[in-house]
Structures are given as structure tokens and as C-alpha cells.
């Protein structure tokens, strides 16, 4: 059964660190494009960042630019997203996600193909 499996959330206070992860089991997604997004209270779910299969090539959504950075562990069949200086605004169930194929310009959610369940992060001011 394929599934993907988030950890890493938790409750912090505004400029800490977090780091999620991503735990892939079942099928092999190491040819896949994997990606992060996220849904704050009372709204959609956002794209966050992504990377391709061979993590040469990444995309980051504006809001976390130069603070969140993803990566992947292939062999593991894992990816990971490290969030530093967070702030309130980061608050949000975080989800992992894989595309069907290996193509970062895809940042629409309904594109994916498969997910996991979520982690919650709550940033405090």
C-alpha cells in the first residue's frame, strides 16, 4: 500500500526551527517530483516547495523563500523539509506530496498524486 507518512511538527515560538519529514513506503518515488504544501486555518492549501527526482532542481513558493529548504533522500525514500526563522504566519498543517512525474513548474495541488496525512505546525508570536 503506498502512503506517506509527515513528522516533524510541533509547537514553537516565533524565529525556531523545525524539521518535517516525509516518509515514503510501498512505492518507490525516487523518479517523482515531491513537494510540500500547506493549509492554514480557513484556508486552501498552498504550494510550499518542491523538488525533482534527482534534487538538482528546487522551487519555493515567495513567502518562504530564503527560510525553508527541501530536500530529498532517495535511498531512504524520504524528503525533508528544513523551516528556519519561522513565523506566526507559518502556522499551518503541512502535507507531503508526490506528482506522477518529474516536473517542479507543477505547483497546483489537484496535479498530485499522492499524500499524506499532515503534520500540524503552530508558530506563537
Known amino acids: 500500500q503506498d502512503q506517506l507518512v509527515e513528522s516533524g511538527g510541533g509547537l514553537v515560538q516565533a524565529g525556531a526551527s523545525l524539521r518535517l519529514s516525509c516518509a515514503a513506503s510501498g512505492h518507490t518515488f525516487r523518479s517523482y517530483t515531491m513537494a510540500w504544501f500547506r493549509r492554514a486555518p480557513g484556508k486552501d492549501r498552498t504550494f510550499v516547495a518542491n523538488?525533482?527526482?534527482?534534487?538538482?532542481?528546487?522551487h519555493y513558493a515567495d513567502s518562504v523563500k530564503g527560510r525553508f529548504t527541501i530536500s530529498r533522500d532517495n535511498a531512504e525514500n524520504t524528503m525533508y523539509l528544513q523551516m528556519n526563522s519561522l513565523k506566526p504566519e507559518d502556522t499551518a498543517v503541512y502535507y507531503c506530496?508526490?506528482?506522477?512525474?518529474?516536473?517542479?513548474?507543477?505547483?497546483?495541488?489537484?496535479?498530485?498524486?499522492?499524500w499524506g496525512q499532515g503534520t500540524q505546525v503552530t508558530v506563537s508570536s
Open positions: 506530496a508526490v506528482l506522477k512525474s518529474d516536473n517542479i513548474a507543477i505547483v497546483t495541488p489537484w496535479n498530485y498524486d499522492y
Open positions: 523538488i525533482n527526482s534527482g534534487s538538482s532542481n528546487t
